[in-house]
């Protein structure tokens, strides 16, 4: 059991443990979610929440955990944030919906004029609204398609952009998200992503993968699409279903290059790696790209359903009616996510950088010390650690990186796989040295555990 109180009178920082895993209470809610919920989801163990403070969540058992997923980076202020709660409460008690779409909401408006002020590039910015990171993605496929009269897109192996069919049909992470779904959107190509570790030309690691940017002059606008069919490139900066993945530099600058000379318009999907998880506001940023459309969600609101088609405003001319949604820029949405941008800009964006810089010197010897570690990568507090059976091949070692996962529960640390054989370090961007110091230690455990029983 891992237990650390603190203060008698403050709450804890890290786990406390206090039944076998699952206990009774979970294993009832367990077979009762058997029985009613959609068996599409995937859990990979069997966490059954029910409150959460900062970095903690307690299950229904009183076992308390140290959060290292975050609702997959959604919650980038921790749990219930008391500034985010109170945001939250007020405009409850005020207005909880009214439709951005056919009336003017004072705070949509608000949070549209914050959210252009910080993303990149001096042109001006316009900004769309809806519910989650695969709405945005619909959107910027909309709107791309829209200003151009264009119809096609190019996306990348390994990306994960959403699985409504418009954004399902750009994912190209795992074929059980587009299996049995019939026909997608067509006239979209993929292309290999720029992946350091892993190079898809055979290059010696690290490496600036910058052939995966001129792959699109060299092969597929001469044999497979004229590029001025083509609508818009969609990348994530940093993949993060695909294995947290960062894209070199090199390659991001010179793929702005090839869009700008095609006038193909740039699309960065910041769904996870955006709202200051990498020490800054955007991953892009690190490159200093300038995306034509960004889309952002999770992290945006702490919780909150929301996320934004953030677009240079002379591409953003689509008429009324062209696109809307309901819920999009719900007011209660907008409310935490003002609060939540507060913290960002005050505090949490430096934090990351902090605590995130922390985490990787701790980590960077991993791949020295266990065999087992192929890799460790990312950006602030968007980490990725691979996991491989040997070093020299690179064989992924999925089943190995399950094992830890699961391990690191055991002990109380949450956290969750990336790709087919990563673990994904995401933690609330509030959290400190103790809480990092206590998941780079647990984790590390748990790899050596794991690798001396293979």
């Known amino acids: 059991m891992e237990k650390s109180m603190g203060a008698a009178t403050s709450k804890p920082k890290l786990p406390v443990l206090l039944t076998p895993l699952p ?37 229904v058992d009183g076992n308390q955990f140290l959060d290292f997923a975050a609702g997959i ?46 993303a990149p590039g001096k042109e001006a910015k316009k900004v769309y609204f809806g519910n989650s990171g695969t ?39 795992k074929a059980v998200q587009r299996k049995g779904f019939g026909s997608l959107l067509g006239g979209v190509f993929h292309i290999p992503y720029p992946n350091s570790y892993r190079c898809p030309y055979g290059n010696p690691s690290p490496c600036t993968c910058v052939e995966s940017a ?43 290059r090839i869009c700008r000379k095609n006038g193909i318009l740039l699309v960065c999907d910041e769904v996870q790696s955006g709202m200051g998880r990498t020490g800054k506001w955007w991953a892009g940023d690190h490159a200093g790209i300038e995306p034509d459309i960004l889309c952002v969600a999770k992290g945006i609101a702490s919780g909150m359903p929301l996320s934004a088609t953030i677009a240079r405003a002379s591409v953003m001319d689509w008429k009324p009616g062209a696109h809307a949604s309901t819920f999009g820029g719900n007011p209660v949405s ?21 605590m995130g810089d ?22 602030g507090l968007m980490i990725g650690i691979e996991i491989v059976r040997d070093q ?33 370090v995401a ?15 647990t984790l590390e455990s748990c790899i050596a555990d794991v690798e001396k029983s293979a």
């Open 135 to 173: 709405e945005a993605i619909e959107a910027a496929i909309k709107l791309a398609k829209y200003h151009t009269r264009r119809d096609k897109i190019i996306a990348f192996h390994g990306c994960f952009h959403g699985r409504t069919l418009g954004a399902l049909s750009l994912t190209a992470s």
């Open 334 to 354: 907008v409310a935490a996510a003002l609060a939540t941008m507060e913290l960002l800009a005050s505090q949490y964006i430096e934090n990351a950088k902090r």
């Open 214 to 256: 001129t792959f699109l002059e060299r092969e597929i606008f001469k044999r497979l699409v004229d590029p001025e069919e083509v609508a818009a490139v969609f990348i994530e900066p940093i993949q993060g279903e695909g294995g947290y993945v960062p894209a070199p530099k090199e390659f991001l600058l010179e793929l702005q």
């Open 427 to 441: 933690p609330p961007l509030m959290i400190d040295e103790e809480q990092a110091d206590f998941a780079a230690r």
């Open 23 to 59: 206990g009774p209470k979970a294993k009832d809610v367990i077979a009762r979610d058997a029985q009613f919920v959609s068996p599409s989801y995937t859990r990979g163990y069997p966490l059954v929440a029910k409150k959460g403070s900062g970095a903690i969540v307690e299950d």
């Open 392 to 424: 020299k091949t690179k064989e992924r070692a999925g089943e190995f990186r399950n094992d830890i996962v699961n391990r690191a529960f055991e002990k109380g640390l949450l956290l969750l796989g990336a790709g087919e054989n990563s673990i994904r």
């Open 73 to 118: 980076a959604v919650v980038s202020t921790g749990h219930c944030h008391p500034r985010v709660v109170e945001a939250i409460q007020k405009q409850a008690a005020e207005l909880i919906h009214i439709s951005g779409t056919d009336f003017y909401v004072p705070n949509l408006v608000e949070l549209a004029e914050r959210l252009a002020a910080v």
């Open 358 to 379: 922390f985490l990787q010197s701790r980590m960077a010897g991993w791949p020295e010390r266990h065999k087992i570690v192929g890799d460790v990568r990312g950006k």
